[in-house]
């Protein structure tokens, strides 16, 4: 399976940055970052960067399966994703977008939704909007969790240092690029994810070097998701090939931040998030929902802390409370906060890519589907190997533990039948 369609250069930017790319007659730009590309060219992108050149040959057969395919898939998106009838005033100015964007009191009306058939009208809208805006492509990137030891101790975190009863692990260099290996040349992924705890053992040389040779093989867009690193370390991570990361701020309000993070500030965060920005990177930010002590306002707040990051992804995680943290005790987020929140961005970031996070999917099997029709238009699916995945154990309930022979095929399927089945192309076309 694909998880990119190839388009074709057909201009690039006098200052050599920029390319312009054709996709069945509609246009996207890219950045051009270290790929030797010409106009004429057939490539790949991945989040709004050019990550590898294909040859015609290999091009015009892939455009002419997805082509039939990709018009029939916007056909169904297009059913699904009506506007609902007799919308509220409030879904209505929602809808509406920039021009007058919603008042912090609208947005919290947004999140006090209860009744059934508002809260259908209002995922129906944000679906609708996302499809007004964005079309129906929908990336899939792929997550390999190559360490689970952390030098932090984060209340909400199964992984945090003082939980002695989880089984730690270290994926070695070799593991993890047999894991990439595997993900792009069997499982074709474009766009990978390397996750761990904030773990030191891994020394910028260690990532660099794993990065480095990823990048000789791979055409792919990297996400590093490693916590808190120097500004130094991300530059060479950046030069080495390793354009985006996924950094969570976790919550808005520095005084929840600094009791649900021993010894760490939001300002450092943030300086770190907006600084990744600011130098280049692709970056996927976003907050927890329902932490203990968080309220409707604070909420309202990291949606739009989120939208002043201009992220180039939204990443939510449920808060689930897990037995060996010192918040075992706190109630669950339910799967409708999380599908409000994914809406509420949708309609303040209309624009916006929104991931539907693996956690999400602990609420049960039909939470992807629900997301992706709550106006999220992102997919991760966990890579790691199966003999370390059980031990990734940030919030209980994850998915893909149930069984013992867990293949990644199978979840892939299912992924793209899903997708199928609500119009959607598993694929990134860039910016
Ligand atoms: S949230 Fe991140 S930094 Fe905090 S303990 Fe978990 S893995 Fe470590």
């Given amino acids: ?14 200052d050599g940055k ?12 890219a950045h051009i970052i270290g790929a030797a590309v010409s106009i004429g060219d057939y490539v790949y992108a991945q989040g709004g960067i050019v990550v590898g050149k294909i040859s015609e040959t290999e091009a015009l057969p892939i455009l002419k399966l997805w082509k039939t395919k990709f018009l029939e898939l916007k056909k169904v998106d297009e059913e699904l994703a009506s506007i609902p009838e007799n919308i509220s005033s409030l879904l209505q100015k929602a809808e509406a977008g920039d021009e007058e964007p919603l008042t912090k009191e609208e947005m919290r009306d947004v999140l006090n939704i209860k009744d059934e058939t ?19 492509a929908c990336c899939v990137h792929g997550i390999i969790e190559f360490s689970n030891y ?13 939980n002695k009863k ?60 490693i916590g808190e690193r120097s500004k130094e370390c991300y530059i060479k991570l950046y030069g080495a090939g390793a354009y985006g990361v996924l950094i969570r701020f976790e919550t808005s309000n520095s005084k929840l931040y600094a009791r649900l993070r021993p010894g760490k500030k939001l300002d450092d965060r943030l300086e770190l998030i907006r600084w990744l920005k600011s130098n280049g990177f692709v970056v996927a930010t976003g907050f927890l929902i329902g932490l203990p002590g968080q309220t409707k306002e604070d909420i309202v707040n990291d949606v739009l802390l989120t939208k002043s990051i201009v992220p180039d992804m939204y990443s939510f995680g449920p808060f689930i409370p897990h037995q060996e943290t010192p918040l075992f005790a706190a109630p669950s987020s339910q799967i ?19 991931l539907v996070t693996t956690a999400l999917e ?20 966990n890579l790691t190997p199966e003999k370390y995945r059980k031990h990734y154990d940030l919030y209980p309930g994850k998915t893909g533990l149930e069984t013992e022979n867990w293949k990644p095929n199978k979840e892939i399927q299912e992924t793209i039948k899903l997708l199928e089945s609500l119009g959607r192309a598993p694929t990134d076309l860039g910016v």
């Fill in 1 to 14: 399976m694909c998880y990119a369609i190839p388009g074709k250069i057909i201009s690039i930017s006098k």
């Fill in 150 to 162: 952390c030098m932090q101790n984060c209340l909400y975190c199964g992984i945090r240092c003082d």
């Fill in 18 to 29: 920029t390319a312009t790319i054709q996709y069945f007659g509609e246009l996207r730009n």
């Fill in 166 to 225: 989880i089984t730690r692990y270290r994926m070695s260099e070799e593991e993890i690029l047999q894991a990439v290996d595997y993900a792009v040349d069997r499982l074709g992924f474009k766009a990978l994810v390397l996750q761990s705890g904030e773990d030191s053992y891994y020394t910028d040389e260690m990532l660099i070097s794993i990065v480095k040779k990823i990048r000789e093989k791979h055409g792919i867009l990297i996400f590093m998701s």
């Fill in 336 to 354: 409708a906060e999380v599908l409000k929140v994914i809406a509420l961005s949708r309609f303040v970031d209309q624009e916006s890519k929104i």
């Fill in 362 to 381: 602990t609420f049960s099997h039909d939470a992807k589907k629900a997301g992706l029709l709550a106006g999220a238009n992102s997919l991760m699916i």
């Fill in 118 to 136: 508002e809260l259908n009208s209002l995922y129906q809208t944000a679906n609708h909007i996302r499809k007004k805006r964005l079309d129906n």
